[in-house]
């Protein structure tokens, strides 16, 4: 009786009594080429602007789909197809190409491999699918940058919620932030105004377009000089301190012009 084959990795089932003085050839070919390209082997998949099919024959001797680790190269001309065969089989794919690649058995969806990337796959005899889909933790080299879901920096600006950016640019109509009541030592770039009494915030569209009012306290922590208040149709109004006549040293008058 002759050979049989091994399902997934196509090794050489020698039946009993074949192969007499040369059994020995065989078994070497199963362990030191079959199991070692299955294990630790590394082969190349050349591209000519067209999809590649591997296939997997009876013969125990080198095959490019028994590899463990496949090595993208050659000419995609387009996003390309490696389809592989239908067996239960891990693979390391780094694609070397210049265009994204999916690895899938024939018909089915597979998993794309982008440029420069390397993933590792497995198939399930079915279809090719990711072998992670979790990590209890993770340490980068790098920060993970903010277009792949990550923060782009590794270090957190202040408390409480996380700052993305130094310098972000708000779009859509965000939720501005609040400042307490009668603390005006922070300043905050917005397009609505604080209600220094309590520190809520009011948007310009409910006031006078001429006015913005601030009521219902005092204003401290800094030194106000001149208030531009509009020009009410007849010139800008400004007003502004001078120098106090009569009362007391530290009365401050402030004029209208």
């Not at 091994?6 to 009993?16: A, G, I, R």
């Not at 998949?45 to 993208?72: E, H, I, K, W, Y």
């Not at 220094?196 to 913005?212: C, E, I, M, R, Y």
Request: proline residues 3%; hydrophobic residues 35%; aromatic residues 2%.
């Amino acid at each position: 009786m002759a050979s049989t084959y091994s399902t997934n990795l196509k090794l050489q089932l020698m039946t009993t009594g074949e192969n007499l003085n040369s059994w020995g050839a065989v078994t070497n070919t199963n362990l030191g080429t079959a199991l070692e390209e299955a294990i630790g082997g590394t082969a190349n998949v050349t591209f000519s602007s067209a999809d590649v099919t591997l296939t997997l024959s009876d013969n125990p001797g080198t095959q490019t789909a028994r590899n463990m680790r496949l090595n993208l190269t050659g000419v995609s001309g387009g996003a390309r197809d490696l389809n592989v065969p239908a067996i239960e089989k891990m693979y390391l794919v780094y694609n070397g190409l210049s265009d994204a690649c999916t690895v899938k058995v024939s018909g089915q969806t597979g998993v794309t491999v982008p440029v420069g990337k390397t993933m590792l796959l497995i198939n399930n005899g079915t279809d090719v699918v990711d072998a992670v889909t979790h990590l209890s933790s993770l340490t980068l080299a790098s920060a993970l940058p903010v277009a792949s879901g990550g923060t782009g920096t590794t270090t957190s600006t202040g408390t409480g919620s996380v700052v993305l950016s130094a310098s972000p640019v708000l779009t859509g109509n965000p939720t501005a932030p609040t400042q307490s009541a009668g603390d005006n030592s922070t300043k905050i770039a917005t397009t609505q105004y604080v209600d220094n009494a309590t520190g809520s915030l009011g948007t310009l569209a409910s006031q006078n377009a001429d006015s913005v009012s601030i009521s219902g306290g005092s204003i401290t922590g800094t030194s106000i000089n001149s208030i531009t208040v509009g020009s009410n149709g007849s010139g800008t109004r400004t007003i502004s301190t001078s120098a106090p006549v009569g009362g007391s040293s530290g009365d401050v008058h402030y004029r209208i012009s």
